[in-house]
Nanobody, 114 residues
Framework: VQLQASGGGLVQPGGSLRLSCAAS??????MGWYRQAPGKQRELVAD???????NYADSVKGRFTISRDNAKNTVYLQMNSLKAEDTAVYYC???????????WGKGTQVTVSS
C-alpha cells in the first residue's frame, strides 16, 4: 500500500487549501486525515467511509469538507476559513478492507500565518 499526499503549504488566515491523498495497492474502507501540531498529540480531522459517511472534529465542522473518489482511491480535504490553530502536519490515513490494516502517509505541512 502506498499513500501519496499533496497540497500543503503556507496560507494567510481566512484562506483555503485543498489536500489530496492518492492511495494504491488495495481496497480501502475508511480514508481520512489526521493532524499533529507541535507539542500536541495527533488528532482526527475528518474521515469518510467508502459509502460516503463522514466524521469531523468539532474544531473543523463547517470549515473543512472531506470527499473521496473511489475510482481513483483518492481522498480530499477542502479547508476553508483557515485559522492559525489549524497549523500542523496533516497525515492521510487509510484502512484496508481486507484485514483492517491501517496505513499512514507521509505528512504534509499546513501553516496558517500572516
Amino acid at each position: 500500500v502506498q499513500l501519496q499526499a499533496s497540497g500543503g503549504g503556507l496560507v494567510q488566515p481566512g484562506g483555503s487549501l485543498r489536500l489530496s491523498c492518492a492511495a494504491s495497492g488495495s481496497i480501502f474502507s475508511i480514508m481520512g486525515w489526521y493532524r499533529q501540531a507541535p507539542g500536541k498529540q495527533r488528532e482526527l480531522v475528518a474521515d469518510i467511509s467508502s459509502g460516503g459517511s463522514t466524521n469531523y472534529a468539532d474544531s473543523v465542522k463547517g470549515r473543512f469538507t472531506i470527499s473521496r473518489d473511489n475510482a481513483k482511491n483518492t481522498v480530499y480535504l477542502q479547508m476553508n476559513s483557515l485559522k492559525a490553530e489549524d497549523t500542523a502536519v496533516y497525515y492521510c490515513r487509510t484502512v484496508v478492507v481486507r484485514g483492517g490494516m491501517v496505513y499512514w502517509g507521509k505528512g504534509t505541512q499546513v501553516t496558517v500565518s500572516s
